[in-house]
Structures are given as structure tokens and as C-alpha cells.
């Protein structure tokens, strides 16, 4: 392998190299653009849980990263009641069962579904 020298490189100011977070801002040339927009709508639903075992934010994100893992899942509110039963509410693009929360509750760790 053929040894490389270093190169020696000019260092010009942001403004003379056209640095796009420091040159001033010089307008464009209007360019016709076309957007197409999805009308399609993707419904959801969300499902409030309780859930005993929460005790502190560690636990809020054990149970929400895992929850996310679950298919259609698309955000994860948590209502923490410290040593109490906390407010789970999934918002997901299909319904999921009791048994995938249950699931994904005990893969976060050792939280449960309250019984009722």
C-alpha cells in the first residue's frame, strides 16, 4: 500500500464557502413543485390499562419501551401512581389483546393488569 501525505486544505470563512447554517441567506430561484397529500386515514384506538408494580420514571419507561414493540402500536401514556395502580393508555392502529399487554408488562419487568 502506497503511503499518503497529508493534504494541506485552505480553511475559507463560513460566509465566503457558503456554509448553509452561517452564509447569509440568499433567496432561491422559484422552482414549481407538486404535492401530493395522502388522504388515507389510519384509524386508531386507545385502551386505558391499570397496572400495579410502577413505582418511579425507571419503570414509565421499561413498560413504555416495551409496549411500543408491540405491533400498530403508535404512542404510550403512562399516569404513574407510585407504589399504587398507574393509567396505561395505548393508542395503536389495531387492537391489541389483554394477553400482549400482560406480555409485554412482565417482559419489562415485574409489572402486572390490576385485577379487578
Known amino acids: ?12 470563512q463560513p460566509e465566503a464557502a457558503g456554509c448553509a447554517c452561517c452564509a ?3 433567496s432561491a430561484p422559484s422552482i414549481p413543485t407538486s404535492t401530493v ?3 388515507t386515514m389510519t384509524a386508531t384506538t386507545s385502551t386505558s390499562y391499570p397496572v ?3 413505582t418511579c ?6 413498560v413504555t419501551e416495551e409496549l411500543r414493540t408491540l405491533a400498530g402500536v403508535v404512542e404510550v401514556r403512562v399516569d404513574l401512581v407510585a407504589d399504587g395502580t398507574s393509567t396505561v393508555t ?19 419487568g415485574d409489572y402486572h393488569l390490576a385485577t379487578a
Do not use: Y
Open 52 to 54: 400495579t408494580g410502577m
Open 37 to 39: 397529500k395522502d388522504n
Open 24 to 26: 447569509p441567506q440568499q
Open 57 to 62: 420514571g425507571h419503570c414509565v419507561g421499561a
Open 1 to 12: 500500500m502506497k503511503p499518503t501525505r497529508p493534504v494541506a486544505l485552505s480553511l475559507a
Open 90 to 108: 395505548v393508542t395503536s392502529t389495531t387492537p391489541l389483546t389483554g394477553d400482549q399487554v400482560a406480555a409485554a408488562l412482565d417482559e419489562a
